[in-house]
């Protein structure tokens, strides 16, 4: 099934929600919509889970942010409109992040964790390295050329290129959403919140996912979510960046299928 959710505060939210058996939610990465998880749809519904992914606000054909919100909050409104008490949550970067703090603050709804590339609100970045990677993405987005900004990010996000089929549709989703650029950030809450010191606070089987040539951060990022939450195991995905289920979808599945079956409820 395909379709919109209405959130109480006047948003909306684009889902698809496939397949039968224990709940997988999978949050997509930020500059990109829920076309990411393209690859994994039909191999998930084999496997025996029921699928649902969405587009987050201001991706995709989802509602934009007008005024203050939580993606955590949207993310649970979701599972309670279709009937979802638990689910495993899948998330790559943004996503990934928002599945974390998901996982923290409603932990009887989680069955299993997978960050992949994620992000970590409260880990410190490395100035300088933000400023180099970031600059040329700003200033195209302070030039008004979203077009520009989403190819100057690419070169960050898909450092192993944009002309082979899986860099390309990378290219072409990221294009796609190239209003993401104009989303004042400071409106959704959820990020505020301490990711990074409570970590050991979660209790589900998880597993945590890196590209072997992502940016230098989110390898620290990754190394850290599998030293801090308990029994966490991390894999490193070969010839992937980061976007690396859409990259290695392939090796991807490898991964996480069979954890998510020895996980399952």
Known sequence: ????????DGGALHFEDV??????VLLH?????????????QTLVDA????????????????????????VDDTIALLDERGVDSAAFVG????????????????????????????????????????????????????????????????????IGTDDPAGARIRHIAL??????????????WTKYPTYDHLEEIDVPTLVIVGDTDVR??????????????GARKIVIEQADHVVNMRQPQAFDA???PFLLEAQP
């Open 255 to 257: 991964a996480v299928v």
């Open 19 to 24: 397949g039968d058996g224990p709940a997988v």
């Open 92 to 159: 790559c970067s943004m996503g990934g992040a928002v599945a974390l703090q998901t996982v923290i603050e409603h932990p009887r709804r989680a069955w299993a964790l997978v960050p992949v590339a994620s992000g970590c609100p409260g880990y410190p970045w490395d100035e300088e390295l933000e400023a180099t990677l970031f600059a040329p993405i700003e200033a195209a987005m302070d030039a008004g050329d979203l077009t520009l900004a989403t190819d100057e990010a690419m070169k960050v996000w898909a450092a």
């Open 176 to 189: 796609d959403n190239t209003q993401n650029f104009t989303i004042d950030e400071e409106l959704d809450v």
């Open 29 to 41: 990465p930020g500059l990109w919509d829920m076309r990411t998880w393209e690859p994994q749809i």
């Open 48 to 71: 025996g889970f029921r699928v649902l992914r969405f587009d987050q606000r201001g991706y995709g054909t989802s509602s934009m942010p007008e005024a203050t919100y939580s993606s």
């Open 217 to 230: 951060t989110i390898e620290e990022v990754a190394d850290l979510l599998a030293a801090r939450i308990p």
């Open 1 to 8: 099934m395909i379709g919109t959710v209405a959130l109480a």
